[in-house]
């Protein structure tokens, strides 16, 4: 739980960050916005070859590894001069740290731990992510609005490296490392065998990705959450601050309505976790796409300088919506893919994730230097998501014959 905080923290710092930096150093936003997208990019497709590294290698290493590498990367912005460093800083160093920490890492532990309740636990795992947007968002802003950016990066630093020797001391790869079975686990459960082992992690993620590719709900689910990154990560976690500043809103009063969605997520993503235990995967994604959809096509007439009840309302459904599809997200990678292969297989699902967000992110700020403000990215993000919804509702019910957990 605590790497997922903090991994989500890390991730969402960018937005707060982009005007001070632009302000010191005189970077347009399509620097700067640029830099955020090849984090998102980088992120997302780290995370199938770390699902399989996790495999290969054990989860504790890698997670160590990857906190390590957060910490270097974030600490190394306290000394940069020039976009390019932003570039390798933010987008590969933090990027690979912080992906090799997103939610393909919550789903692994949870189907590794537990066999009853793993939509709770996912759902419990995703709101985790906001939890750390909304412990680190508003003191990164404030950070940045006050003393500087450069404390901001150094709050990211220190966390990251106080975790390392936690991680370490703490984690384990699967519960017969501690003598005890998954959670809720029949009397004759049997570890599944890792052949991942003699194999390398690159060979396994693609391995995996070549089967999935086969099958019409991996493409449903590969476009879906490429839109779900879009509407999320890409448009209201990059460009949120600086659309709500166009308006003459202060970045503070943005940076805490973003981590109010965050406290509306842990219970909006929770909740999914539960409705995923009990009800078909494909139509909560069909409601969470399209209520998401008409509520973006809105947001141009809510922003303004003070905070009025329809932005809080939006503010409210948006947060229970935010990562809410991805309890029903996994249940279906494990319908359709097994558990064996389902960590792997939703690695490729997220880094459709994040390679949306990452292309919105740009789309994004490209409008806004095109058109003065981010009217058409608004109505693009809601047209997709309507068209996320109709997707989902041609997802099959259930996986081939055979595959573990079918029910979705």
Known sequence: MGALVAAAGFRSSTGALLEPLEAEFGWSRATTSGAVSLNLVVYGLTAPFAAALMERFGIRRVVTASLALVALGSGLTLVMTSPWQLWLLWGFAVGIGTGSLALVFGAIVANRWFVRHRGLVIGIFSAASSTGQLVFLPAIAQLADGPGWRWAAGLVTLFALLLVPLVWWVLRDQPTDVGTTPYGAPPDW???????????????????????????????????????????????????????????MPATTSASLL????????????????????????????????????????????????????????????????????????????????IERSGVVFGWVFASHMVGAGVAASYAGWIRTWQGDYFAAWMTAGGLCLLAALLCLAIPRRGPAGVADQRA
């Open 190 to 248: 049997q570890p599944l065998p890792l052949k991942a082992v003699r194999r390398s992690a690159a060979w396994v993620a693609l391995d995996a990705l070549r089967e999935a590719s086969r099958s019409r709900a991996f493409w449903i689910l590969f476009v879906t959450f490429w839109i779900c990154g879009w509407s999320t990560n890409g448009l209201i976690g990059t460009h949120f601050i600086p659309a709500a500043h166009d308006h003459g």
């Open 259 to 338: 981590a109010l969605i965050g406290i509306f997520d842990i219970a909006g993503t929770v909740a999914s976790g539960w409705l995923t235990d009990r009800v078909d995967s494909r139509y909560l994604l069909f409601g969470y796409y399209f209520l998401r959809g008409l509520s973006l096509l809105v947001v141009p007439w809510l922003l303004g300088p003070h905070v009025h009840p329809s932005l809080f309302l939006f503010i409210l459904f948006y947060g229970l919506d935010w990562v809410a599809t991805v309890p029903p997200t996994v249940t279906l990678c494990r319908v359709h893919f097994g």
